[in-house]
């Protein structure tokens, strides 16, 4: 459930985004809702908002969730300081090809990758699993982010529905094959027995 928190903003600004423009009277400023630059707004502030919420609640964000609240602030501050949609069409990408790097980064950084640091505690694999387990969220997170990077800049008129939900389905997708892959895994046997040797 937690990784789904994260599309809250997403959702909203597809929301806005699909909106029929209007011009709106608040506080005696006229404001337009609707299409990509009040989406964007929308998409900042709702990122500070619920990524501030789980701070208040839980004293920290996880490294992957302030790199999502980064990118949101700073690719969507530029689309709507220079007025222009690039810039937001390269957060995914990029946020996508960072956590790839993390992936892979943990391979030769510390003691374990890092999807055995996030997943260590629930199930017990060979040291040789993890580690293609974690070149696998490599993959995928490399994989996100030329396919975002491709339908945003050439099919335009899609690139906001596959943002929200071709990255939902390809993530679910995933997980689905991951859990799969892992089901004869699961920690039912007390932590002290030995790891799989699969």
Not at 4 to 29: N, S
Not at 167 to 186: E, I, N, Y
Request: net charge positive; proline share 4%; hydrophobic share 55%.
């Amino acid at each position: 459930m937690k990784q789904f928190v994260d599309f809250i903003p997403l959702i909203l600004f597809f929301t806005v985004y699909k909106m029929t423009p209007r011009t709106v009277e608040l506080a005696g400023h006229s404001l337009t809702v609707g299409g990509v630059f009040s989406a964007t707004a929308v998409l900042i502030g709702a990122s500070v908002l619920v990524y501030g919420l789980i701070f208040a609640t839980q004293r920290r964000l996880e490294k992957g969730q302030w790199l999502t609240l980064l990118a949101c602030v700073l690719f969507g501050g530029l689309t709507l300081a220079f007025h222009s949609e690039t810039f937001l069409k390269w957060k995914a990408p990029v946020v996508n090809w960072l956590f790839a790097a993390g992936f892979v980064a943990s391979h030769f950084i510390g003691d374990r990758p890092l999807i055995q640091r996030l997943m260590g505690h629930a199930i017990q694999l060979p040291a040789p699993l993890w580690a293609r387990l974690n070149l696998a969220w490599a993959a995928f997170f490399l994989f996100c982010g030329l396919a975002n990077l491709y339908v945003a800049f050439t099919f335009h008129e899609f690139w906001v529905d596959f943002k929200v939900f071709g990255s939902l389905g390809l993530t679910l997708l995933f997980m689905l094959g991951q859990g799969v892959f892992l089901a004869r895994h699961l920690q039912t046997a007390p932590a002290d027995q030995p790891a799989s040797k699969d």
